[in-house]
C-alpha cells in the first residue's frame, strides 16, 4: 500500500512538474534566451588573451558533411588582431560560438581555390564589413588567381551589400568597407625554394610557400612568426619535402590529413548502392592528401613541437575513433598529436617556449 501511495505521489508530482513547465514555457523559454544572450551576445575572447601567437581552429572539416565541423578555417591571433587561414562553410558561426569578432580580422590568408576553402567567405566578408563598420574591403591575400576570387565574390553579393547600405546606412555599413580587395602573390624562382613573405607588419611575418596538391596551381601553406614564436599551416598538400623546410623549429605545425584506411569503407558503400561517380573521386582524392602517418613523418622531419590535424578526411564526428584515425601516426613522431576539433585555441606567449591549450566551446 505504501509502494502504491509512494508512486501515486510521484506520478502526481511529475504531472504538476509537468504542467507547470507547459504553462510558464513562455517566461522560461525568454529567460533562457535572455541568459544565453547575456553570456554570448558581445562576447570577446581576444582581449583576453595574452601577448603571443594564439592560434584557433574555427573549421577543421573537409567537403564532407560533418555536423561538429565547420570547413577549414584557422585563426592567428597577435596584439588582438585576426588573421584567417582559409574560410569554409560554417567559418563565421564557428568564430561568433568562439568569442572572436568579426570586426578584428585584419586579412585573410587563402591557401588555394578549391570550393571548401573559400565558400564561407561571404558570411565572414559581411560580419567585418557591418560589426566592425569598416571602412575598406578586407584584404584577401593568395596566389595567382585570388584576383578572380574577390572579383567573383564581390559581385555575387553585390546586391546584397547595396540593400544594406540602403537598410542600414552608410553609417553602419561604409559602401568603401564591402567586400575583400585581393592581395595577390607570385612564388618563382628562389622565392619558391625559401618562401616569399607577404606580410611584415607590427612584429609579424608571414612567408607563403608551395606545397604539392596538383593538378592545383598554385597552392600554398603559410608560416606566421610572432614573439619568437612559429605556427605553421600547410594548407591541402600530399607529402612535401619544401613544406618540411619551412616547417623547421616551428612551436606547431597544423597539418591536413586523410586516412584512407577509413576512407576505404565510404569508397566501397558508394560502390554499393552504384554510385560510380562519387566512388571514383574518393579513389581521386587520396593521391593529393597526406595521411596521419605522413603528416607525423613531416612533423618528425622539421623538428616541430606539437602536431594538430585539421582538414580531417573522412569526417571523425566521435573522439572514441581518432586511434583509427591517426593509425601508426604515434609510432612515427615522438610529439603531441592532437586530432583538431572546432573550438581549439592554442597560446605560445611571448618570452617562453611553453604552450597553453583550451576550448573556446
Given amino acids: 500500500m505504501n509502494l502504491r501511495r509512494v508512486a501515486l505521489t510521484g506520478l502526481i508530482l511529475v504531472a504538476l512538474a509537468a504542467g507547470v513547465l507547459t504553462v510558464c514555457q513562455r517566461p522560461i523559454g525568454a529567460g533562457l534566451l535572455g541568459r544565453i544572450a547575456n553570456t554570448q551576445v558581445g562576447r570577446d575572447s581576444v582581449a583576453d588573451m ?17 555536423p561538429t565541423r565547420a570547413g577549414p578555417c584557422s585563426a592567428v591571433i597577435v596584439g588582438g588582431k585576426v588573421f584567417l587561414i582559409d574560410s569554409g ?15 578584428r580580422i585584419e ?9 571548401d576553402h573559400i565558400d564561407g567567405l561571404p558570411p565572414v566578408l559581411l560580419q567585418s564589413w557591418v560589426s566592425g563598420t569598416r571602412t575598406r574591403p578586407m584584404p584577401l591575400y593568395g596566389p595567382e588567381g585570388v584576383d578572380s576570387v574577390a572579383a567573383g565574390f564581390n559581385a555575387a553579393y553585390g546586391l546584397d551589400s547595396g540593400y544594406r547600405v540602403a537598410h542600414h546606412g ?12 585581393p592581395v595577390a602573390f607570385s612564388i618563382q624562382g628562389a622565392a619558391a625554394a625559401g618562401g616569399l613573405v607577404v606580410y611584415n607588419a607590427d612584429g609579424l611575418v608571414v612567408t607563403a610557400f608551395t606545397v604539392d596538391h596538383d593538378p592545383v596551381h598554385a597552392a600554398v601553406g603559410y ?5 619568437g614564436r612559429t605556427v605553421v599551416f600547410s594548407g591541402d598538400t600530399a ?7 619551412m616547417a623547421a623549429g616551428a612551436d606547431i605545425l597544423v597539418h591536413a590529413a ?4 577509413l576512407l576505404s569503407t565510404i569508397e566501397k558503400r558508394l ?3 552504384g554510385l560510380a561517380n562519387l566512388a571514383q573521386v574518393m579513389r581521386d582524392i587520396v593521391d593529393y592528401h597526406a595521411t596521419p602517418e605522413q603528416a607525423a613523418d613531416a612533423a618528425k622531419a622539421a623538428g616541430v613541437d606539437t602536431l594538430v590535424l585539421n582538414h580531417l578526411v573522412p569526417p571523425q564526428p566521435l573522439d572514441y575513433g581518432y586511434a583509427a584515425f591517426l593509425g601508426d601516426a604515434r609510432k612515427r613522431f615522438d610529439g603531441p598529436i592532437i586530432v583538431g576539433e572546432d573550438g581549439m585555441l592554442f597560446s605560445l606567449p611571448r618570452g617562453d617556449d611553453s604552450m597553453q591549450r583550451k576550448r573556446l566551446f
Fill in 50 to 66: 595574452a601577448d603571443g601567437l594564439n592560434v584557433a581552429l574555427c573549421g577543421t572539416g573537409s567537403p564532407f558533411p560533418d
Fill in 89 to 103: 562553410e560554417g567559418a563565421a558561426r564557428s568564430l561568433a560560438r568562439m568569442g572572436i569578432p568579426a570586426s
Fill in 107 to 115: 586579412a585573410i590568408f587563402l591557401t588555394h581555390f578549391h570550393s
Fill in 170 to 181: 552608410a553609417a553602419i555599413a561604409p559602401p568603401s568597407g564591402q567586400g575583400a580587395a
Fill in 223 to 227: 608560416r606566421f612568426d610572432y614573439a
Fill in 239 to 245: 607529402v612535401s619535402a619544401h613544406l618540411n623546410a
Fill in 258 to 261: 586523410l586516412q584512407p584506411a
Fill in 271 to 273: 560502390d554499393d548502392k
